[in-house]
Nanobody, 122 residues
Framework: QVQLVESGGGLVQAGGSLRLSCAAS????????MGWFRQAPGKERAFVAA????????NYADSVKGRFTISRDNAKNTVYLQMDSLKAEDTARYYC???????????????WGQGTQVTVSS
């Protein structure tokens, strides 16, 4: 029911910033909790951030707290991940995800995007 398309990835130097976008299509975008996950080569997919359907609740992995900010614009059917103070260890493919229930999204979201690559150079 939901199609997710990420954009905004690229190459950035350590200490720099990027903003990822996830455009959603389908019915009732505003009813879905949204989130971001990432997977680096040789590592398991890891949770990064999540936001409730109204934007009132956000969760972050400890590794990105204070550096990343998740937000959403329901009028544009888009969720964002603002990434500041990037580190080499942030290098990964970043995936957008959606689930009707925030609690479920944190562990196993129903819908996934194709991902966008973020590479942080040292």
């Amino acid at each position: 029911q939901v199609q997710l398309v990420e954009s905004g990835g690229g190459l950035v130097q350590a200490g720099g910033s990027l903003r990822l976008s996830c455009a959603a299509s389908g019915r009732s975008f505003s009813s879905y909790a949204m989130g971001w996950f990432r997977q680096a080569p040789g590592k398991e997919r890891a949770f990064v951030a999540a936001i409730s359907n109204s934007g009132g609740i956000t969760n972050y992995a400890d590794s990105v707290k204070g550096r990343f900010t998740i937000s959403r614009d329901n009028a544009k059917n888009t969720v964002y991940l603002q990434m500041d103070s990037l580190k080499a260890e942030d290098t990964a493919r970043y995936y957008c995800a959606a689930d009707p229930i925030l609690f479920k999204l944190l562990g196993a979201p129903v819908y996934w995007g194709q991902g966008t690559q973020v590479t942080v150079s040292s």
